[in-house]
């Protein structure tokens, strides 16, 4: 792989990463919504190190693939494999705020304990009907459907709850062949129904009024600040990168809404 690849549309790969063929359905899902490339410095698209011990050292990749659209202000995957250590797909898709739209987030995360595994549209405004309602009925019975399948991933923090919605999925999973099946015949289908979901969503979508479009964005704003301040990704990332980087990683590519507002 290298920086002037992975800043173009085509398609991102990384040797044996568990999460490639969650990312290729992605992408082949938002080919119609006309993408153009997103703005990330070099130094953040493709970075390499190791981790272990130096009788055993870990190499490990973390990669960044990002995009645009007319209604879709930052489409992109933040991609580890680390092997035994970290496998970590985190997809996000954040609207422009002139669409009245929820983010769409998956985390799907692989370490030595086993899976964490998360799937939502997440609200901007979780108190606004005029935003939830449209979104909730149709989001509920998918994950009514997937739920059921799969174990439940605990309480989440109280302070964390008014970025999540009703339906978000979140399960613990075990490693080995147990894990893989639930993977591939629950979690997939699932992420399928949920992207799909939202994309339909953003082909509905019209433009608001300017007012609702400032309410909107700072929703975002407090969603985006919230999430750089508690990425639970900081440690390991600090870990395998050192915190200079991290940091500027979170606050200037993952979580970049004023940095590169259009």
């Known amino acids: 792989m290298s920086p002037s690849r992975l800043s173009s549309l085509e398609p991102l790969t990384i040797d044996h990463w568990r999460w490639q063929p969650f990312l290729d359905h992605a992408c082949a899902a938002l080919e119609p919504f006309g993408l153009q490339p997103y703005p990330i410095e070099p130094e953040f698209l493709l970075q390499t190190s190791e981790t272990g011990s130096k009788s055993k050292p870990i190499h490990v990749t973390t990669a960044t693939w990002a995009c645009s659209s007319t209604k879709l202000r930052q489409i992109r995957a933040a991609c580890v494999e680390a092997g035994s250590a970290a496998s970590v797909l985190n997809f996000v898709i954040n609207p422009l705020t002139t669409y009245d739209l929820p983010f769409f987030g998956a985390d799907l995360v692989t370490l030595p304990a086993g899976h964490l595994l998360a799937l939502d549209l997440q609200p901007a405004l979780k108190s606004d009907r005029d935003h939830t309602e ?29 970025y999540f919605s009703p339906g978000f999925l979140w399960t613990r999973i075990p490693l080995g062949a147990e894990g893989d099946a639930l993977i591939d015949e629950v979690v997939m289908p699932a992420f399928q129904d949920y992207l799909n979901l939202y994309l339909e969503l953003v082909d509905s979508a019209e433009t608001v009024e300017p007012d609702r479009s400032e309410a909107l964005l700072a929703g975002q704003r407090r969603y985006t600040t919230y999430r750089a301040e508690k990425d639970p990704a900081r440690g390991m990332l600090t870990r395998f990168h050192g915190s200079e980087w991290t940091e500027e990683y979170i606050h200037g590519v993952l979580f970049d809404l004023d940095k590169n507002r259009t």
């Open 134 to 162: 449209k979104v909730w009925s149709r989001l509920l019975p998918i994950f009514e459907r997937w739920q059921e399948c799969l174990p439940h991933g605990g309480p989440i923090p109280e302070e964390a709850q008014p």
